[in-house]
C-alpha cells in the first residue's frame, strides 16, 4: 500500500518538474534585481581613465555609422564638477541625412580600484531644422532628487543587472550583460569576445542592445556600427585598428 502510494506521488512529481524547474528559474532571476543605488569613495574617482569596454581618455573618439545616420563619441579636453565629483565631459553627436539632430554633453568618471565608470547626468541639445528646439533628457546628479548611475562595470558579469541613469520623471535608462562572448564583424574587421548589453528604461518601453569591444568600447549601438576611432594614444589612426 505504501508503496503504491509512493509510485503515485513520484509520477506526480515528473509531471509537474518542468513547471518546478520554470519557477525555480524566475525566481533565480528574481535574485538580481536592478541595482540603483551606488556608494563609490567619491576621493577614489577620477575623471581620466579606462576599463577593458570604457575610455575615458581626452581626444579618444569613436565613429558609429548606419546608412545616413552617425553617431560620434568624443571624450573632450574638459571636466565639470558635479554632485562634488569633477567629471569627464563625454560629447555624443548625432546627425541624420546630413543634418545635426542632438548633441549631449555627458559627464562621468571613473574608480581607479574597481574601473567600474560612473555616470553623473547629461546636457542635452534637441535639433529641429538647424535649431535647438528642446533639452529633453538633460539632468544632473544631487539636482531634483537626481542621483548617479553606473555607466559600465568594471567587471561586468552576465546578469548584472544596473540603472545608468536615476533621475526620478526624465531618465531611468538601465543595462542588464547578456554576454561577454559576442563576435561582432564589420566591413574592416571581426571582434570577438564582445560584451552585450540589452537595454531598457524604468520609464518608457522598448530596449536595444548594444556591443563593447574589449581594449576598443562601443561598437554597436542598436543599427549602428563602429567605423572608425581617432586615439591619440594610437597615434591618431582613424581606421579600426
Known amino acids: 500500500m505504501k508503496r503504491r502510494v509512493l509510485l503515485v506521488n513520484l509520477t506526480a512529481l515528473a509531471l509537474t518538474l518542468p513547471i518546478i524547474i520554470r519557477a525555480a528559474g524566475e525566481a533565480g532571476k528574481e535574485e538580481h534585481p536592478w541595482?540603483?543605488?551606488?556608494?563609490?569613495?567619491?576621493?577614489?574617482?577620477?575623471?581620466?581613465?579606462?576599463?577593458?569596454?570604457?575610455?575615458?581618455?581626452?581626444?579618444?573618439?569613436?565613429?558609429?555609422?548606419?546608412?545616413?545616420?552617425?553617431?560620434?563619441?568624443?571624450?573632450?579636453?574638459?571636466?565639470?564638477?558635479?554632485?562634488?565629483?569633477?567629471?569627464?565631459?563625454?560629447?555624443?553627436?548625432?546627425?541624420?541625412?546630413?543634418?545635426?539632430?542632438?548633441?549631449?554633453?555627458?559627464?562621468?568618471?571613473?574608480?581607479?580600484?574597481?574601473?567600474?565608470?560612473?555616470?553623473?547626468?547629461?546636457?542635452?541639445?534637441?535639433?529641429?531644422?538647424?535649431?535647438?528646439?528642446?533639452?529633453?533628457?538633460?539632468?544632473?546628479?544631487?539636482?531634483?532628487s537626481a542621483r548617479f548611475g553606473l555607466m559600465m562595470p568594471g567587471r561586468p558579469t552576465v546578469g548584472d543587472r544596473y540603472y545608468q541613469e536615476v533621475a526620478p520623471a526624465v531618465a531611468m535608462d538601465r543595462a542588464e550583460v547578456i554576454s561577454l562572448t559576442e563576435t561582432l564583424t564589420t566591413p574592416t574587421k571581426m571582434f570577438e569576445r564582445c560584451l552585450r548589453t540589452h537595454e531598457t528604461s524604468g520609464l518608457r518601453s522598448g530596449a536595444e542592445d548594444k556591443l563593447y569591444a574589449p581594449d576598443v568600447g562601443l561598437i554597436k549601438d542598436g543599427n549602428l556600427v563602429l567605423t572608425g576611432i581617432d586615439c591619440p594614444l594610437c597615434k591618431g589612426m582613424k581606421v579600426i585598428p
Not at 541624420?96 to 549631449?104: A, T
Open 35 to 144: 541595482c540603483d543605488s551606488f556608494s563609490p569613495y567619491k576621493a577614489d574617482l577620477s575623471d581620466t581613465g579606462k576599463n577593458p569596454y570604457f575610455f575615458l581618455w581626452p581626444g579618444y573618439r569613436l565613429f558609429l555609422q548606419h546608412e545616413k545616420e552617425t553617431l560620434v563619441i568624443s571624450v573632450l579636453n574638459e571636466t565639470k564638477v558635479v554632485d562634488g565629483v569633477k567629471t569627464r565631459v563625454v560629447e555624443e553627436r548625432k546627425m541624420k541625412d546630413g543634418k545635426l539632430i542632438e548633441v549631449s554633453r555627458n559627464y562621468l568618471a571613473t574608480s581607479r580600484t574597481t574601473g567600474d565608470v560612473y555616470y553623473f547626468g547629461e546636457d542635452v541639445d534637441i535639433y529641429e531644422n538647424g535649431k535647438v528646439s528642446s533639452h529633453k533628457g538633460t539632468w544632473l546628479a544631487g539636482v531634483n
